[in-house]
């Protein structure tokens, strides 16, 4: 089937789920390959099955190439620890939603794991395009974190991994009794590439300690794990290592061409996760 047949086949069945952006009345129907709204506003389906929500073109400094480097990374299976805890935490059939879900292999690793109902979302227009890739595991759209497209009270389990948050907007779609799972990292994460390149500067450490306290605030009863992997890399994983990741945009060339094996073996993952009810 055709990405966007997906797209329509799953917003035709899950159209309770959206409401318009515009207006936050409900959909009306998905007449050809238009979602229409009960006030008359209107959004294409792309070829490709993802929908434009938003009303402004957002800036992302996440271009294609850097994007397309953070699949392979996270394909070679970087985040598949902490993923396969959240996984658990996942009731198969159930509603979810990830926030900033930049172009899908976290969403598409979930979905090998737990068969749920997916949806993916993110500000970027080059991530949405290619986690179209992934339509076959989760339906994905451009959409703007302070107005969710999402009706009230309709999502089981929202993911926040390494996102912004707006934690008045979970709550708001999010189910009695559904879950928000937010992924932090912790000082450790990619420790070693921050050592190698911000040695004795400020972003050679991270400190969590504000995100979790705004957290505590909106889920007191909040349960908190942490999951550390070290991940032995290859010239492969290195490079889309160094492609992918922030860090290494302030970097000049002659550190750039330091970052060797011989030097970086290795990488660490170092996350908190918390999951607010």
Same mark, same amino acid.
């Given at each position: 089937?055709? @990405?966007? !047949?997906?797209? $329509?086949?799953? /917003?035709?069945?899950?159209? %309770?789920? *959206? =409401?318009?952006?515009?207006? +936050?009345?409900?959909?009306?129907?998905?007449?050809?390959?238009?979602?229409?709204?009960?006030?008359?506003?209107?959004?294409?389906?792309?070829?490709?099955?993802?929908?434009?929500?938003?009303?402004?073109?957002? @800036?992302? !400094?996440?271009? $294609?190439?850097? /994007?397309?480097?953070?699949? %392979?990374? *996270? =394909?070679?299976?970087?985040? +598949?620890?902490?993923?396969?805890?959240?996984?658990?935490?996942?009731?198969?059939?159930?509603?979810?939603?990830?926030?900033?879900?930049?172009?899908?292999?976290?969403?598409?690793?979930?979905?090998?794991?737990?068969?749920?109902?997916?949806?993916?979302?993110?500000?970027?227009?080059?991530?949405?395009? *290619?986690?179209?890739?992934?339509?076959?595991?989760?339906?994905?759209?451009?959409?703007?974190?302070?107005?969710?497209?999402?009706?009230?009270?309709?999502?089981?389990?929202?993911?926040?991994?390494?996102?912004?948050?707006?934690?008045?907007?979970?709550?708001?779609?999010?189910?009695?009794?559904?879950?928000?799972?937010?992924?932090?990292?912790?000082?450790?994460?990619?420790?070693?590439?921050?050592?190698?390149?911000?040695?004795?500067?400020?972003?050679?450490?991270?400190?969590?300690?504000?995100?979790?306290?705004?957290?505590?605030?909106?889920?007191?009863?909040?349960?908190?794990?942490?999951?550390?992997?070290?991940?032995?890399?290859?010239?492969?994983?290195?490079?889309?290592?160094?492609?992918?990741?922030?860090?290494?945009?302030?970097?000049?060339?002659?550190?750039?061409?330091?970052?060797?094996?011989?030097?970086?073996?290795?990488?660490?993952?170092?996350?908190?996760?918390?999951?607010?009810?």
């Amino acid at each position: 089937m055709k @990405k966007i !047949e997906l797209a $329509k086949q799953f /917003l035709t069945t899950n159209l %309770a789920v *959206l =409401q318009c952006p515009i207006c +936050q009345d409900v959909f009306a129907s998905v007449a050809e390959h238009q979602l229409l709204c009960v006030n008359g506003h209107s959004f294409d389906l792309a070829k490709n099955g993802t929908l434009y929500f938003l009303a402004k073109q957002m @800036k992302s !400094e996440y271009t $294609k190439e850097m /994007l397309q480097h953070r699949r %392979a990374f *996270l =394909q070679a299976g970087f985040f +598949q620890p902490f993923l396969k805890e959240i996984a658990s935490r996942i009731t198969p059939d159930s509603l979810v939603l990830d926030v900033g879900c930049g172009e899908g292999t976290p969403v598409q690793q979930l979905n090998a794991q737990v068969s749920a109902r997916y949806i993916g979302f993110d500000i970027s227009k080059p991530a949405i395009q *290619l986690a179209s890739d992934y339509n076959a595991d989760a339906w994905f759209c451009a959409a703007d974190l302070a107005r969710m497209p999402f009706a009230d009270h309709q999502l089981d389990t929202v993911l926040n991994i390494f996102s912004p948050s707006q934690y008045q907007e979970f709550k708001r779609v999010l189910k009695p009794g559904g879950q928000l799972i937010k992924v932090v990292p912790n000082a450790g994460y990619l420790h070693e590439l921050r050592e190698l390149l911000y040695h004795g500067q400020a972003k050679e450490s991270y400190d969590h300690g504000p995100v979790l306290e705004l957290f505590a605030q909106h889920f007191p009863d909040y349960q908190e794990m942490q999951v550390q992997k070290t991940m032995t890399l290859t010239p492969e994983t290195l490079r889309d290592l160094v492609e992918m990741t922030p860090l290494t945009w302030t970097a000049s060339k002659a550190q750039l061409a330091a970052i060797t094996l011989e030097v970086l073996p290795e990488i660490s993952l170092d996350v908190t996760i918390l999951v607010g009810k």
